[in-house]
C-alpha cells in the first residue's frame, strides 16, 4: 500500500510540475512595450535616412540589438529584451543626433551663406525667404548637439526635406 502512495505522490508531483510549465507566460511589462516602440520607431527613421555608409557600424548595432531585444520578447526574456531595446535607442538616436549635425546642420549652414552672398549682390532676392527655416534648423542642431533636447523624429525628416529643397533652389541661382 505504501508504495502505491509513494507512486501516486510521484505521478501528482509529475502532472503539477508539468501545470506550471504550461501556464501563460506574464504579459511583458508597460515599460518594455513603450522601450521597444520607442526603439522600433527610431530605427524605421534611421532607415529612412541616407545614413548607412557614414555610420555603418552605430546602424549595424541599433539593428542587431532591435532584432535581439524582439527575439527577447518573443522568449519571455524581459529584463534582456529591455535592455537591447534601450541599446539599439541609444545607437539609433546617436545616428540621428550625427545626422542632423553633419547633414542637415551643415547643408543649411551652406546655404545660409550662399544666400547672404546672393543678399549682398542682391538686397530683394526671395530667396531670403528661406532664412527663417534656416535659422530655425540651426537651432535646433545646437540644442540637439547638446543633448539639451529630445530626438524629435518628424522634425528631423521634415527638416531634411526641407534643407534638400532650400539646396536645391539655391543651386538653380
Known amino acids: 500500500m505504501k508504495s502505491y502512495s509513494v507512486l501516486f505522490l510521484s505521478i501528482m508531483m509529475i502532472v503539477t510540475g508539468c501545470s506550471l510549465f504550461l501556464r501563460e507566460p506574464s504579459p511583458p511589462p508597460q515599460e518594455l512595450v513603450e522601450a521597444m516602440e520607442q526603439a522600433r520607431e527610431n530605427?524605421?527613421?534611421?532607415?529612412?535616412?541616407?545614413?548607412?555608409?557614414?555610420?555603418?557600424?552605430?546602424?549595424?548595432?541599433?539593428?542587431?540589438?532591435?532584432?535581439?531585444?524582439?527575439?527577447?520578447?518573443?522568449?519571455?526574456?524581459?529584463?534582456?529584451?529591455?535592455?537591447?531595446?534601450?541599446?539599439?535607442?541609444?545607437?539609433?538616436?546617436?545616428?540621428?543626433?550625427?545626422?542632423?549635425?553633419?547633414?542637415?546642420?551643415?547643408?543649411?549652414?551652406?546655404?545660409?551663406?550662399?544666400?547672404?552672398?546672393?543678399?549682398?549682390?542682391?538686397?530683394?532676392?526671395?530667396?531670403?525667404?528661406?532664412?527663417?527655416?534656416?535659422?530655425?534648423?540651426?537651432?535646433?542642431?545646437?540644442g540637439i548637439g547638446n543633448d539639451q533636447q529630445e530626438i524629435n523624429i518628424t522634425k528631423i525628416l521634415a527638416d531634411f526635406d526641407k534643407i534638400t529643397k532650400i539646396e536645391h533652389t539655391t543651386q538653380k541661382t
Do not use: C, M
Not at 546617436?94 to 542632423?100: C, G, M, P
Not at 547672404?116 to 527663417?132: H, K, T
Not at 527655416?133 to 540651426?138: A, M, Q, Y
Open 43 to 142: 530605427f524605421d527613421a534611421v532607415k529612412r535616412l541616407p545614413v548607412y555608409e557614414k555610420y555603418a557600424h552605430n546602424f549595424q548595432e541599433a539593428e542587431s540589438e532591435l532584432i535581439h531585444a524582439e527575439n527577447y520578447l518573443q522568449d519571455h526574456l524581459y529584463e534582456q529584451a529591455n535592455l537591447s531595446a534601450q541599446k539599439s535607442l541609444e545607437a539609433s538616436q546617436w545616428i540621428l543626433r550625427q545626422f542632423y549635425k553633419d547633414t542637415i546642420a551643415l547643408s543649411a549652414q551652406k546655404a545660409k551663406d550662399k544666400i547672404a552672398a546672393i543678399s549682398d549682390e542682391d538686397p530683394g532676392n526671395p530667396l531670403q525667404e528661406f532664412l527663417p527655416e534656416i535659422n530655425d534648423i540651426l537651432d535646433y542642431s545646437e
